[in-house]
């Protein structure tokens, strides 16, 4: 086994990282209308800076700005897509957790616009860093699943193959856009691929005018529409999981309703999924991936603070690859570590311990 040259990387992460104490205080203070934009941006400018020389010292071969701009994970994006409005809405309920109320509605035609802010947090961070830059975004799927029909404006769109058609080419522009920025690791991240695993998402889904056996089709064809004419020196891939808030979770399942689906019929690079506990069911899903695809394996949890012993990573490894080929494969966090700017319940240091011990494991592992 070796080290892979491109992403994604044997030891690698997800995106998000708990934000920093001058981060929180300076986001607080623009929110009160204390300091300005200018400021604000000044100061997540130096603590990404700051933030990348901590990734690189870990051994990550991929860095990412930690979201550090981001209220949630998804909306800060969506929001600033052409059509595309946020809105005060109810919070999302996690496992005896709700998030601060906040939604998006689509209120007219899609579209990504040149101006789209992260691409200049992007080109900011591949200015301090000389590892691969990693951009995060929401999958397409995300400006559907949460508020379906219901939040999309039928003046906008009075068929929603057409909101489906507009969506898919926003995104193909937007693969573009980030290409040309320099971006040549970009990940979707999608937690409906894992979502139709639970049967209370799928009711959830029915009850509300969605056939989830139709819809993650429609999820599959969105997002080959957005990666059909990807550059080949451009590396996608997916992460799901089952949601992550304040070290909550929403939905429950093994992968194997979706996983030939996942792996033979979506059109990227590699997958990103979470196996750090019994919610996540066996690796036997693995049995789908086709050759060429990677897996990063997320067994480390990055919702709580005590460290995998290495001996246990190894054993789940070894597992994994009785259905996959261990060259296929990763390991990685099974989520980000701040989903939203609030952040998961464990400390800085044991976010960075966890990070450590995934570099280590891996080059035990692979070389």
Known sequence: MTARAIPPFRADQVGSLLRSAAVKEAREKHAAGTIGAAELAAIEDREIAALVRKQEEVGLQAVTDGEYRRAFWH????ENLAGVQGYEAEGIAFKG??????????????????????LAHFKYLKSVTSKVAKMTIPSPSMLH????????????YLHMEDYYADLGQAYAKAVRAFYDAGCRYLQLDDTSLSYFCDPEQRKM?????DDPEK??????????AATAAKPADMVITTHTCRGNFKSTFIASGGYEPVADLVFNQ???DGYFMEWD???????????FLPKGKQVVLGLVTSKFGSVESKDNLKRRIEEAAKFAPLDQLCLSPQCGFASTEEGNVLAEDEQWAKLARIV??????WG
């Open 277 to 287: 506990d019994d919610r996540s069911g066996g690796f036997e899903p693995l049995r």
């Open 205 to 209: 889904l029915a009850e509300r005018g």
């Open 360 to 365: 280590e494991v891996a080059r035990e592992v």
């Open 145 to 156: 699943y949460r508020g379906g029909r219901k939040a999309v404006d039928p003046s906008a």
């Open 97 to 118: 957790v709700v998030t601060k109320g906040h939604g998006v509605r689509v209120t007219g035609k899609i579209d990504f616009p040149a101006d789209h802010p992260h």
């Open 215 to 224: 819809l993650i089709f429609i999820y599959r064809d969105i997002i080959n």
């Open 266 to 268: 979506i059109n990227v």
């Open 75 to 78: 909306f800060d994006f969506l």
